[in-house]
C-alpha cells in the first residue's frame, strides 16, 4: 500500500517536513558522497555570495540554478566537489556594519578603531554566511556546506599575493596618477567595471551655461555648459571638434558676443543674430580667462581652447570645459596636451586650501554658491535642469564625484590584450551575444585599479620605499624571512588590517625600514582567484589538474564585467587560458509589472517571505522555466505568478500523483518489475510510453545545453496536456471500482506508476521536494536524488503511433469546437461524427477514443484532400436527448459526492423527488446510475437535513439529497 495522498496539500509544510527527513536519514551527505569513485566528472565552480544580507529571491535564483545542473550531474553519475563560497571582504561588508553603528564617515570608522571594526566585519560575515547557508537550504540546495570557501581566509588572500607578485614579475603592476570616480562617503575609488552593474542611476540635476571671455576679444566670449557645476573651480581648457561648425552670435540682452556651436543654437533660448560663421579649428589655441582665476590654486593656470573629435553635437553648446582634476577623459587630454592639473578635493569630497571661500565644503553642496559668484561676475548665462545618468556608489548610492588620486594598477598591455581575447573565443558563452559582450569589454578596457582607501580587505602585499624599490611579497613565509621581527608573523591573528600593518621590513635595496601601504584591494580581487584558490593550485597541482579549467559557471549577465571578467584576467595572467569552458550568463529578476525590484521602491522580495508562502518547488519552477534561465531576458516574479504556476502544474502533478495512488490502493495494487512487452497494453499505453521516451531524450539534450527553460517546459506540456489531460481522462473508466477488468486495471496502472517514476527522476532537479516526496512513496526508496538519470542508449525513432495520436486529439478538438459553436455540451451524446482526412483511417481502438471523448455513438471516415476537419451529427432523438439528461444527473450526483467529501470507494444512498419525468427517468436508469457513481441504493423520495439541492435540466427540476451508507 502507498501512503494516502493529502488532498489539499501544504507545500511548503511538506517542504520542511522533507527538509527534516533528509537531515534525519543523511540523505544530504549520501548524495554529496554518491559519484565519488565515478570516472567522470563535472567540474563547477560557484561564484560567491556576499556574506553580508538575507537573501532576497534574485539571489535565490542563481543559487537555485546553481543547485539545479549539479544536481542533473549528480544524476547522471558524475564526481563533484560542491563546494559553496561565500564573498567576504569589500564595501559590501563595511557599508553594512557602518550602518549598524551609526557611523558616516571614515573619521568615525578610526575613532572606533580598526581592529573592533574589522571584527564587527568578520562577525557579519560569519552571522550573515550561517544565514544565508540555511535560506539556500531551505531552496533546497544540496552543498558540502563544511567545506565552502570564503574569500576573506587566509589561503585566498594569500593567492591573491601570489597573484600580484606574478604581475609584478611580468612588469604590470605600477603606482599611477589618474583621475578617477570617488566616493567621498566611503572616501575610495571606484573602478569602471565596479560601475558596470547598476553604477550608473538616472538623477536630475540643475546645469549651468557659462561664458568664457576670450583674452585680446574683448566682448567675446565662449559659451560652455556643464552638468558639474562644482567641477568649474577646476577649469583649465575648453574643446571644441575642429571638424564642426561654429557661430558667433550677437544675443538679445547680453552685452558680449557668444561662440557656440551651429548646431546648438536651439540652446540660446533667446533671440540671435549670427555675426560669422567658421570651423571649429579657427578656434585652437585662443587663450580665455577662466570663471575662478583669482583663487590661490588657479592663479598660474593658463586656459587655452584645445582640439578633441569626441566632442559631439547631441548636447550641450558644442563647447566642452575640461577639467583635468575632476574627469578621466579630462585627465587624457591633460597627458595629451601637458595641460595645467588642478585637483580641488579631498577624500572627502571637501575642497582643499587654495579655493577661497570654498575650502572646507563639500563638492555636492556648493551649487548655489557658484552660481552667485557666476552671476556677480557676470558670466552666468542660464540654469537648466535635466535628467540624466550618472555614476553613483555601487554600494552607498551616493552620488560620485571624479577625483585626482594615485592609486596602484595592474597594465594591460597590447600583447596581454590579444591575449585575453583570444582566450574569451574559445568559452562557450550562452547566450553568444554575451561573449561577444564581453569581447567589447576587453577590447576597450583600461588598466585595472587595484587599490581601495578602505579598511575590510586584501592588505596590499606592497612595501614601497622611499628609494624607489616596492617589495611585493607573495607568501606568508616570503614576510616571514624579510620582516624585522619575524615571531610577529608568526602570531598575527589574521592578514588583515590593523593587525598587518604593524610587520615592518628591511628594504632588499636600501636596507631601509619600510612599512606596508595602507591600501586594501579591489574586492574583485578576491572572487577573481577563487579558480586557484579552491582547488589548491599552489600546494597540490595534481588535484588542481583534475579540476580546473572548470566545466561550468553561472551568473547574472551583469556579471561579464565583474566576476566573469576577473577570472578570466587572473587565469589568463596565470595560465595563459580561460578557468572555465562555459558561462551561462543569465537574465535577472523584476516585479510582475516588469520594474527593477528595489527596497526603497517597496518591490523587494526576500526570500524567508517568498519560500514560505510560495514554496521552494514554485519559486524554482519560476526561475527555470523563465527564458532568463538561458538568457539575459527579465524575469517577471512575485506571489500571483506563483499562485499561477502552482495552479498551472505543481496541483495538476499532484492531482495525477493522488489520481494513481487513490486507485491503486483500493485495488491494492503493488508494484512488480514486469517487461512492456508482458502486458496487454492498449495503444493509448503505448503512446503515453513512447511520448515519455521521446520527453526524455528532449529533456536530456536540452539539459546538456544548459537549458533549464526548454527542458521545463517539454516537461509542463508532457504533464499537462498529455498525461492528466489525455491520458488520465481517458483511464478513468479503466480503474474504476466498477470496472471487472483487472488485467487491464494492472497494465493501467503499471504504465502510470513507471510514468510517474521516471517524471520524479526528471523533474528532480526542477522541484527537489515534491519530487522526492512522490518518489519515496511510490519506491518505498530513500530518495529519488539517489537514483539515477533516466538513460536511453538511441534517440528514440519517428513514432508512427505519436503522430496518429495527435491526429485523434485534433478531431477531439474540432469536435469540441463544433459544439461550442452550436452550444451543446459534450454531456449531450449525438448521433455520429464524421472525419475527413488526407491521412488512413485510425485504428478502430483510437476512433474509439474519440467517440468516449466527443461522446458520439458511430464514427465515420472520408478520404479527403486538404485539411483535416470533421462533421458533427446535431440531430437528437428523444433516446439521445433522454441520454444526456441521465449523463446530467449522473453528473449532479458527482458533484454533491465530492461535496459530502466521499472516498472513491465510499457507497452513497440517493434521494430524488421532483418532475415526474425526471424521477422516471432515474427509475428506469437506475442500474446505470448506480454502477457510475458508487449508489448502494436510491429512494424516491425528500428527505430533509441531508446535502441536496435542486437542479434544473432541460427546463425540469428535481431536488437531489444525499448521505453515506
Request: hydrophobic share 35%.
Amino acid at each position: 500500500m502507498f501512503k494516502p495522498v493529502d488532498a489539499n496539500p501544504d507545500f511548503s509544510k511538506l517542504e520542511r517536513e522533507t527538509l527534516e527527513r533528509w537531515k534525519k536519514d543523511g540523505i544530504i551527505e549520501k548524495y554529496l558522497h554518491k559519484n565519488d569513485e565515478s570516472k567522470k566528472s563535472f567540474r563547477f565552480l560557484d561564484g560567491p555570495i556576499t556574506a553580508n544580507n538575507s537573501m532576497g529571491v534574485h539571489h535565490a535564483h542563481g543559487r537555485a540554478l546553481k543547485d539545479f545542473f549539479q544536481r542533473y550531474y549528480n544524476l547522471k553519475g558524475y564526481k563533484q566537489r560542491f563546494q559553496n563560497g561565500f564573498d567576504c571582504q569589500g564595501l559590501w561588508v563595511e557599508v553594512e556594519v557602518e550602518k549598524e553603528m551609526g557611523f558616516n564617515s571614515k573619521r568615525e570608522i578610526e575613532n572606533y578603531g580598526l581592529a573592533n571594526f574589522s571584527k564587527a566585519c568578520r562577525r557579519r560575515v560569519d552571522k550573515f554566511s550561517q544565514v544565508q547557508a540555511e535560506q539556500s537550504q531551505r531552496l533546497g540546495m544540496f552543498m558540502d556546506w563544511e567545506n565552502s570557501y570564503y574569500t576573506m581566509s587566509e589561503t585566498n588572500n594569500l593567492y591573491i599575493w601570489h597573484f600580484l607578485k606574478e604581475c609584478q614579475k611580468q612588469g604590470w603592476l605600477y603606482k599611477g596618477t589618474d583621475s578617477m570616480p570617488w566616493c567621498s562617503r566611503c572616501g575610495t575609488a571606484i573602478s569602471n567595471h565596479e560601475l558596470s552593474d547598476g553604477g550608473y542611476q538616472i538623477v536630475k540635476h540643475e546645469s549651468v551655461y557659462v561664458k568664457f571671455p576670450i583674452k585680446g576679444k574683448k566682448g567675446e566670449s565662449l559659451l560652455i555648459w556643464t552638468t558639474t557645476p562644482w567641477t568649474l573651480l577646476a577649469n583649465v581648457a575648453v574643446a571644441v571638434n575642429p571638424k564642426f561648425d561654429y557661430v558667433k552670435v550677437e544675443v538679445e540682452g547680453e552685452k558680449d558676443t557668444l561662440i557656440v556651436g551651429r548646431s546648438r543654437l536651439q540652446i540660446l533660448g533667446k533671440k540671435y543674430t549670427v555675426l560669422a560663421e567658421f570651423k571649429g579649428g579657427k578656434l585652437i589655441d585662443l587663450e580665455y580667462d577662466g570663471p575662478f582665476d583669482k583663487l590661490p590654486a588657479n592663479r598660474k593656470v593658463e586656459h587655452r581652447v584645445i582640439s578633441w573629435d569626441e566632442v559631439g553635437e547631441e548636447e550641450g553648446t558644442g563647447l566642452v570645459h575640461i577639467a583635468p582634476g575632476a574627469g578621466h577623459e579630462d585627465f587624457e587630454l591633460h597627458l595629451k596636451y601637458k595641460l595645467d592639473l588642478i585637483a580641488p578635493l579631498d577624500e572627502n569630497g571637501i575642497y582643499q586650501e587654495g579655493f577661497g571661500d570654498f575650502t572646507g565644503k563639500s563638492a555636492h553642496k556648493v551649487k548655489n554658491e557658484v552660481f552667485t559668484s557666476l552671476k556677480k561676475k557676470g558670466l552666468f548665462y542660464k540654469t537648466e535642469w535635466i535628467e540624466h545618468s550618472y555614476p553613483c556608489c555601487w554600494r552607498c548610492k551616493e552620488e560620485l564625484v571624479f577625483r585626482t588620486t594615485s592609486e596602484w594598477f595592474i597594465k594591460v598591455t597590447p600583447e596581454f590584450r590579444r591575449k585575453i581575447r583570444q582566450v574569451n573565443r574559445a568559452v562557450n558563452w550562452i547566450p553568444v551575444h554575451a561573449g561577444k559582450r564581453m569581447d567589447d569589454w576587453l577590447k576597450n578596457m583600461g588598466d585595472w585599479p587595484i587599490s581601495r582607501q578602505r579598511y575590510w580587505g586584501l592588505a596590499l602585499p606592497f612595501f614601497e620605499c622611499e628609494c624607489g624599490e616596492l617589495t611585493v611579497v607573495d607568501s606568508k613565509k616570503e614576510l616571514k624571512k624579510l620582516a624585522l621581527e619575524p615571531r610577529k608573523v608568526d602570531t598575527l591573528p589574521e592578514l588583515h588590517r590593523p593587525w598587518i600593518d604593524g610587520i615592518k621590513i628591511k628594504c632588499p635595496q636600501c636596507g631601509e625600514v619600510v612599512e606596508r601601504i595602507t591600501d586594501v584591494g579591489d574586492c574583485w580581487l578576491d572572487a577573481g582567484i577563487v579558480p586557484f584558490s579552491t582547488v589548491k593550485y599552489l600546494e597540490d597541482k595534481k588535484y588542481w589538474r583534475e579540476w580546473y579549467p572548470f566545466d561550468f559557471i553561472t551568473e547574472y549577465f551583469s556579471q561579464i564585467k565583474l566576476w566573469f571578467y576577473t577570472t578570466l584576467f587572473m587565469s589568463t595572467a596565470l595560465e595563459g587560458k580561460a578557468p572555465w569552458k562555459t558561462v551561462l550568463a543569465t537574465g535577472f529578476i523584476v516585479d510582475e509589472k516588469g520594474e527593477a525590484m528595489h527596497k526603497s521602491k517597496g518591490n523587494a522580495i526576500w526570500f524567508d517571505e517568498a519560500v514560505e508562502k510560495m514554496g521552494a518547488d514554485v519559486m524554482r519552477w519560476i526561475y527555470f522555466l523563465s527564458p532568463a534561465s538561458h538568457s539575459d531576458a527579465k524575469l517577471p516574479f512575485g506571489f500571483h505568478l506563483a499562485d499561477e504556476a502552482r495552479r498551472r502544474f505543481h496541483l495538476i502533478l499532484w492531482n495525477v500523483y493522488k489520481f494513481f495512488v487513490t486507485y491503486a490502493n483500493l485495488d491494492d495494487w503493488k508494484p512488480a518489475k514486469k517487461n512492456p512487452s508482458e502486458l496487454k497494453l492498449r495503444l493509448l499505453d503505448k503512446w503515453l510510453l513512447e511520448r515519455l521516451d521521446q520527453v526524455v531524450w528532449e529533456v536530456t539534450q536540452n539539459l546538456d545545453k544548459y537549458d533549464a527553460a526548454a527542458a521545463g517546459n517539454l516537461l509542463e506540456g508532457f504533464v499537462i496536456n498529455d498525461l492528466s489531460t489525455w491520458y488520465v481522462r481517458l483511464v478513468r473508466d479503466r480503474v474504476s471500482p466498477s470496472s471487472q477488468d483487472k488485467k487491464d486495471k494492472e497494465v493501467a496502472y503499471h504504465v502510470l506508476h513507471q510514468t510517474l517514476l521516471i517524471l520524479c527522476r526528471l523533474l528532480a532537479p526542477f522541484i527537489p521536494f515534491m519530487s522526492d516526496k512522490m518518489y519515496k512513496n511510490l519506491t518505498g526508496e530513500p530518495s529519488v536524488h539517489l537514483s539515477s538519470w533516466p538513460k536511453l542508449k538511441v534517440k528514440p525513432k519517428a513514432s508512427i503511433l505519436i503522430e496518429k495520436m495527435n491526429r485523434a486529439r485534433q478531431i477531439v478538438e474540432l469536435g469540441h469546437s463544433g459544439r461550442k459553436e452550436k452550444g451543446v455540451k459534450v454531456r449531450q451524446p449525438l448521433a455520429g461524427l464524421t472525419y475527413f482526412s488526407n491521412h488512413p483511417r485510425l485504428e478502430s481502438e483510437l476512433e474509439a477514443l474519440i467517440q468516449k471523448e466527443l461522446n458520439v455513438k458511430t464514427i465515420k471516415y472520408e478520404r479527403e484532400e486538404g485539411e483535416l476537419r470533421v462533421d458533427l451529427d446535431f440531430n437528437l432523438t428523444p433516446d439521445l436527448i433522454e441520454e444526456g439528461k441521465v449523463r446530467e444527473i449522473t453528473r449532479q450526483i458527482q458533484v454533491l459526492r465530492k461535496s459530502l467529501g466521499c472516498k472513491f470507494n465510499d457507497l452513497v444512498r440517493i434521494y430524488f423527488h421532483g418532475d415526474p419525468d425526471l424521477v422516471a427517468l432515474i427509475e428506469k436508469n437506475q442500474n446505470d446510475i448506480q454502477k457510475e457513481v458508487l449508489i448502494a441504493d436510491s429512494i424516491q423520495s425528500f428527505k430533509p437535513n441531508i446535502l441536496g439541492k435542486e437542479v434544473t435540466i432541460n427546463q425540469a427540476k428535481i431536488w437531489l439529497g444525499i448521505e453515506k451508507r
